[in-house]
């Protein structure tokens, strides 16, 4: 990826998970003005009610972060207004999204939605941009941050001066 190039995936829907897998057979290098970014891509957070997590593979309300919450993955998510979800995921094969915030009130179609899902294979990978799952955030008077989601490298060589994120 050079010159500024941004490559991320589609918005994780209430029925569809969306992920970006990369396959290089030899090098895959990323220059310090372009980026891998799912920041946001994850579960979506719904205005006025809970958000968004990942119960048996699928998005759903149950058991999400409640209004005003950070959204949950690999731990809970922050208490605010009320109780965070269950954590979600693996450490060892992470492949799933940051869960979402849940929203008081305002106008956000995705209030603080977690981080999506990359996953790279390559023989080297050379990373002097970024590489970033992060959760968002939206200013709407009461709303905590979605997750971060997932990255995953499968490399034999990793170099480079950049970031790889998955903030919450």
């Known amino acids: ?29 990323i220059d310090s003005t372009s980026a891998i970014d799912v920041t946001g891509r994850g579960l979506v957070g719904q205005v006025g009610s809970v958000g968004y997590t990942y119960v048996a593979g699928v998005p759903t309300l149950i058991g999400g972060s409640a209004q005003g919450a950070g959204g949950s993955h690999g731990g809970r998510g922050a208490n605010y207004n009320g109780a965070p979800a269950q954590g979600h995921g693996s450490l060892f094969d992470p492949d799933t999204p940051g869960g979402s915030a849940g929203s008081v009130g305002g106008s956000c179609p995705t209030c603080g939605a977690g981080g999506g899902v990359v996953r ?46 998955a903030d919450g």
Do not use: C
């Open 1 to 29: 990826l050079q010159q500024g190039a941004l490559l991320t995936h589609p918005l994780t829907t209430t029925t569809t998970v969306e992920r970006l897998r990369i396959n290089v057979a030899e090098a895959l290098t």
């Open 120 to 165: 790279v294979r390559a023989k080297t990978i050379t990373v002097d941009g970024r590489i970033v799952a992060n959760g968002a955030i939206m200013d709407d008077g009461g709303v905590g941050k979605g997750a971060g989601g997932s990255i995953r490298l499968d490399v034999e060589t990793l170099s480079g001066a950049g970031q790889i994120r």
